[in-house]
């Protein structure tokens, strides 16, 4: 069974740091672009950076603050959240199978999703 199950959200206040997980199992993510998106109350879904093979995106808001990297041991590809801005709540999910990771990130076209963690930044 393929599944993606994010973890390491939780509530922190501005300035702060996370690490979110997104690991797999029932397959590789070797060979796969793997996305991180968000989603807050009232908003529509917003792709925050991916990773293919050595190519990495940021959206600008997160540039300097957020880094994602992958281990492809552990089947994980994590994102380093730094700095974090009351901005930053909301729900991050990861995706594969299918995102388009190249001068910007959609996950129009993905097969895979995640169920989520949630991001609360307040003081």
């Known amino acids: 069974q393929l599944q993606l199950v994010e973890s390491g959200g939780g509530l922190v206040q501005p300035g702060g740091s996370l690490r979110l997980s997104c690991a797999a199992s029932?397959?590789?993510?070797?060979?796969?672009?793997v996305g991180w998106f968000r989603q807050a109350p009232g908003k529509e879904r917003e792709g925050v950076s991916c990773i293919r093979d050595d190519y990495t995106y940021y959206i600008d808001s997160v540039k300097g603050r957020f880094t994602i990297s992958r281990d492809n041991a552990q089947n994980t590809v994590y994102l380093q959240m730094d700095n974090l801005k009351p901005e930053d709540t909301a729900v991050y999910l990861c995706?594969?199978?299918?995102?388009?990771?190249?001068?910007?990130?959609?996950?129009?076209?993905?097969?895979?999703w995640g169920q989520g963690t949630q991001v609360n930044v307040s003081s």
């Open positions: 029932g397959f590789s993510l070797d060979h796969y672009a």
């Open positions: 995706a594969t199978g299918g995102v388009h990771c190249s001068g910007g990130l959609s996950g129009r076209h993905t097969r895979y």
